[in-house]
Each structure stands twice: as structure tokens, then as C-alpha cells.
């Protein structure tokens, strides 16, 4: 008792904490002119650090939201990559040439035009980067051969090879964000690896997105309207209705249910399936993507458990297959998801646009059973020489079989996964342990090779063809340990024959045009390469319940109102904060 009284007391100081300074920081706006929304993180690590093509640099706080614009916008609901600053992006007929035309009239917030001239210093800042560690300089350096302005609002890119998902894969929020164009007038002469792109006397940062940057703090961040913003006077779209916008860390489940559920909270990245019905009943005017079970939306990016295949013991295929063996997705499902997702068939989204390739690597033999099968994995650890000791743990050579897993610790489906994963590997007979770390430290850990396994989602990438996933796990990304993964791609640092071969058929892939009807043979024969050698382990589907608060504003995704996907942490929230219109 007295520990839930003290929980209780917790919660409402922090309640009251929250609700203070909110309304200290917008006592100049009224609630039901404002949205606040939750970011899934632990803390805003570096709040004045605008600086997006930095490792570590979050751009979910609203960044990439409010004020940076994408080009294109991918629409999961039609499947067509609707035009925003840009109108269209044009391959010749060999697909080594695309032409990007800009709308006109487009400004940057300080009242500077934006044109080719910023995306053209932008490309060529990342083609420049001799290090290849600055975002998306690994992929521009894979394709672009050069770039050149044709004038003010078009500008050609020369590809070294034809690649028919050049605008799909880098410029239209296939997945989370895409390649954000930089205003020259401001970069110019700065050190990309260094420059924050913060000042408050200079008014940065800035972008051409209708908010502007108002506060920034380790727990929330603050956007204001710009009655002044670019779309409105050209045509494009009318002023968003919302006069400020709020992303703030809410730190647990508990305090986001609470929030949402006293109508403090307009939108939260995600819940466990318990937490939303509770919210439900305290606040009918709850909804999510499905009116009724299982409510959740499917994210793009399926889950998987990842190995070092450089570091022993999980240098050794056979024990990477034991893991995999010792796995049961079901019952991560019932625990970790509460039965609101869906074992993984291969390591693809399960989206309608993959179901032929994922259902060709089935019919291959290539298959991932939804339970464990303990007794094998057991017999193939023992094959390599492990006994089980007194205390029901494999060692050899006096040394105990260890297994230690990094995660993100932002979000309970994750550490909830792992805990279910290792308490699975520690029955088996391999003494495991979780290791919770923030979303940096995460992404440093894996890049530089400092890890063993790791669970995240870092097969994402194909949405309705399979190459973009597929090749981020070729040889021409590997680099020795210690040194940082270009692009976050085969960081696992899979460097075998079989890679080899699997690289030389994902390249051939790659320069196909979409829909091309060799590609489905090509991706089961490439697939048995990954599927043999197990650097990964595919878990599960990604199911996001994500739900919305009508008490202020109504316009939300949902499957009825499907104008678009409803992930708020995504550079195509624009779409949804431009529907967003007051309740009542």
C-alpha cells in the first residue's frame, strides 16, 4: 500500500510539474489553441543542437515536423509520393538522370528564398564528406555522380547508376524522414560536423515550415505559428489552424496515460494495448488508428535481433542459429505486445506491396516459426563444445556463455521485448542480460562494433520493394570495428563469401526498374545468403497504437480519415498538423 501511495505522490508531482511549466511557457496561448505531443525518449539530450546531419542529433522534437519541409511525402493510404517542396522529380528513360523541379515561391522563415541553390549546397556538402558519417552521405556518395542547377527551381542529378527508387528512397518519407535541404545563406563556410545551427540572436534555426522555434529544453520543446509562412501567401496551403505546437518527454507510460487521459496529452507515439483502455475509459474521446481491436497501426520498421558476427562467440554461425532457435515471437506477442501484432514471415514489412516477395522466400523453405525450439538449440551449443554447469548455464573452457543485449531504453515495447528475449535465452542455458542505453548511446554502440547483439529495427527500409532493406547489409558498407558504419548500414559487419555473393545480387537488384519480374527470383536467391548465415533474427511486426485526443482538435488519421499514416514522429506530420482542426 504504502508503495502505491508513494507512486501515486510521484506521479502527481510530476503531474503538476508538467502542468506548471506548460502553462507558464504558453500562459500567451490558450490550450485549445495548442497540441502537445510526447516524445518517446528518456530526455532531449542536446535541445539547442539543430544540427540534423550530426549522429545523435534528435530532429522528432518538431523539428522535422514543423519546421523543416521534405520535398516529397510518400502516402502509405494511396501509394503515391504526393509533391510539397518540390512538384516533381522526373528519370530519363535509363533512370540515371532525375530532374527535381521546386514549387515557386517557397522562403525560408527569415524571409530568404529558398531555392536550387540550397539544395544544391546541401547534396554537395554530403557528396564532400570524406568520412561518410554525416546523415545520408553514404547514400548521396553510393549514387550521385553530380549534380548541377538548371536555374532557380530545377536542378539534375547525374547518377553513377541507374536507380529507379532515387526519389522514393531518399526524398519522400519512405520511412521516419528524408534528406533535408539546408538554407545556404546560413551554412555557408560552417563545419558541418560542428556548426549547431543555433542562435538566438541570429534567429536560428530556421526552416520553411509555417513554426519557429520558441524554447528549447532537455524535456520539451516549444514551436509558435508563423502568420507569415511562405504556403500561405503563394497558394499552397492555408495556415495550419494550431497557434502553438508542444512536444514534451513524458518521461513513463504511466505519466502519458495520465496526461492523455485528463486531456493534457493530444497525441502519443505509443502504448501498451492496457494503458490505451484505461485512457479510453477515463476519456472516450480517445481514439486510435482502428476504432476497435487491434486499434494499433503497423509500422513500417519489423523488429529483429541483431548480432556482431565479428565478435566470439556470435562470430560463429551455429550459435547465432541457436539464438534464433531459441526465440518463441509468440511469446513476445502475448507478453511484450498484448497480442496486438504478428509474428515476422522474413525480415520485410508485411505490407501488401511485399506480400510476393515475402510470400516467394516462404515457399523457398525459408521459413521463421512463431515458437522456440529449445532442444535443438541446445544440441547445436553443445555441438560446439558447451556444457551445461550446476547453475543450468552453458560454459567451455571455464567460461560461461554470455549473451549481452544493448536496446533503446525510449519506449516500453522495447526494454518490454528484451526482458521477455532474455529471460527466454537465460532458460536455454545462456546467461544473458539487457542492457537499457538512450537512443544515442545506441547507435554509437552498434556503428562502432561495441556491442554483441542488439535489438532495433535496422532492416527497415522497403516498403513496396525489397532492394532498399536488402542493401543495407552489402560489403560495400563494411568498415572494421571501431570505425562508424556509413549510413547505419551493416553495422553487424556480416564480411563473408556468402555476403559477397549476397552483395553482387542486391547490386544487380538495384538497377532494375520497379516491378520488374526477375526481381522476385533474385531476392530468394540473395535471401538464402542472410537466411543461412543469421547475422539478424527477425522478431516481429511493429504494431504502433498510437492514439489521439478530439477533446481539442479533430482531423487525426485514422483508418476512416486515412489522408495519410498517423506517426506524429515522422517528417510528413505536416500532412496531419495541416488537418488538425478545432473541436466544437
Not at 139 to 156: G, H, P
Not at 185 to 194: R, S, Y
Not at 288 to 304: G, I, K, N, T, V
Not at 392 to 419: H, P
Request: hydrophobic share 40%; with cysteine.
Amino acid at each position: 500500500m504504502m508503495s502505491t501511495i508513494r507512486r501515486g505522490l510521484t506521479l502527481a508531482i510530476v503531474l503538476a510539474i508538467l502542468s506548471l511549466t506548460i502553462g507558464v511557457m504558453a500562459q500567451d496561448v490558450a490550450r485549445e489553441d495548442t497540441v502537445i505531443f510526447d516524445i518517446d525518449s528518456s530526455q532531449i539530450a542536446n535541445p539547442t543542437n539543430f544540427n540534423w546531419l550530426v549522429p545523435g542529433t534528435l530532429r522528432n522534437h518538431g523539428a522535422h515536423q514543423a519546421m523543416w519541409e521534405p520535398l516529397f511525402i510518400l502516402n502509405y493510404e494511396t501509394g503515391q509520393i504526393d509533391p510539397w517542396l518540390g512538384t516533381s522529380f522526373d528519370a530519363n528513360e535509363t533512370l540515371d538522370v532525375w530532374t527535381l523541379n521546386l514549387r515557386e515561391g517557397v522562403k525560408w522563415s527569415d524571409g530568404e528564398d529558398f531555392n536550387a541553390d540550397d539544395v544544391m549546397f546541401t547534396i554537395n556538402m554530403l557528396l564532400g564528406d570524406e568520412t561518410a558519417t554525416l546523415a545520408e552521405a553514404a547514400n548521396m556518395q553510393q549514387w550521385i555522380d553530380s549534380i548541377e542547377k538548371i536555374d532557380d527551381l530545377t536542378v539534375q542529378f547525374n547518377l553513377k547508376e541507374p536507380n529507379p527508387r532515387f526519389q522514393l528512397d531518399y526524398f519522400s518519407v519512405r520511412i521516419w524522414g528524408s534528406v533535408l535541404i539546408m538554407p545556404e545563406h546560413v551554412w555557408a563556410g560552417k563545419d558541418p560536423f560542428t556548426f549547431t545551427f543555433y542562435d538566438e540572436e541570429q534567429g536560428w534555426p530556421i526552416g520553411t515550415g509555417p513554426y519557429t522555434l520558441t524554447s528549447a529544453e532537455t524535456d520539451r520543446m516549444v514551436w509558435d505559428r508563423d502568420d507569415d509562412w511562405w504556403g500561405a501567401a503563394a497558394g499552397f496551403q492555408d495556415l495550419p489552424e494550431p497557434l502553438r505546437l508542444i512536444w514534451i518527454i513524458t518521461s513513463t507510460e504511466e505519466n502519458r496515460a495520465q496526461l492523455m487521459s485528463n486531456a493534457q496529452l493530444d497525441s502519443v507515439m505509443n502504448l501498451t494495448l492496457g494503458a490505451f483502455e484505461a485512457i479510453q475509459a477515463r476519456n472516450p474521446n480517445v481514439v486510435a488508428w482502428f476504432p476497435e481491436l487491434p486499434y494499433a497501426w503497423a509500422d513500417p520498421c519489423a523488429r529483429q535481433m541483431s548480432f556482431n558476427t565479428q565478435v566470439a562467440p556470435w562470430d560463429n554461425v551455429n550459435m547465432r542459429k541457436a539464438v534464433s532457435l531459441i526465440i518463441d515471437r509468440q511469446q513476445i506477442i502475448d507478453v511484450a505486445y498484448e497480442g496486438t501484432t504478428t509474428p515476422s514471415r522474413s525480415f520485410f514489412v508485411q505490407y501488401g506491396g511485399m506480400e510476393p516477395i515475402i510470400s516467394a522466400i516462404e515457399e523457398a523453405g525459408m521459413t521463421l516459426s512463431p515458437t522456440a525450439d529449445v532442444a535443438a538449440a541446445q544440441a547445436m551449443i553443445e555441438a560446439e563444445g558447451y556444457t551445461m554447469n550446476d547453475n543450468g548455464l552453458y560454459e567451455k573452457d571455464g567460461e560461461v556463455l554470455t549473451a549481452d543485449v544493448v536496446v533503446n531504453n525510449s519506449s516500453i515495447e522495447y526494454t518490454r521485448t528484451v526482458d521477455v528475449i532474455v529471460e527466454q535465452l537465460i532458460a536455454a542455458g545462456i546467461d544473458a542480460v539487457a542492457r537499457p542505453v538512450t537512443g544515442a548511446t545506441h547507435g554509437d554502440l552498434v556503428n562502432n562494433g561495441e556491442f554483441q547483439l542488439s535489438y532495433d529495427w535496422d532492416g527497415c527500409g522497403s516498403i513496396n520493394e525489397p532492394w532498399n532493406s536488402m542493401n543495407r547489409y552489402t560489403a560495400q558498407f563494411l568498415v572494421p570495428i571501431g570505425e562508424r558504419s556509413p549510413g547505419s548500414n551493416n553495422w553487424v559487419r556480416w564480411d563473408t563469401e556468402g555476403n559477397a555473393a549476397y552483395s553482387e545480387i542486391v547490386g544487380e537488384i538495384g538497377v532494375l526498374p520497379l516491378g520488374d519480374p526477375a526481381i522476385v527470383d533474385m531476392v530468394v536467391e540473395a535471401y538464402q545468403y542472410l537466411y543461412d548465415e543469421v547475422p539478424i533474427v527477425p522478431l516481429v511486426q511493429a504494431s504502433k497504437l498510437v492514439p489521439f485526443d478530439t477533446t481539442y482538435w479533430t482531423g487525426w488519421p485514422t483508418q476512416e480519415n486515412n489522408y495519410n499514416h498517423p506517426a506524429t514522429w515522422w517528417n510528413s506530420t505536416h500532412q496531419i498538423i495541416h488537418n488538425l482542426t478545432k473541436a466544437g
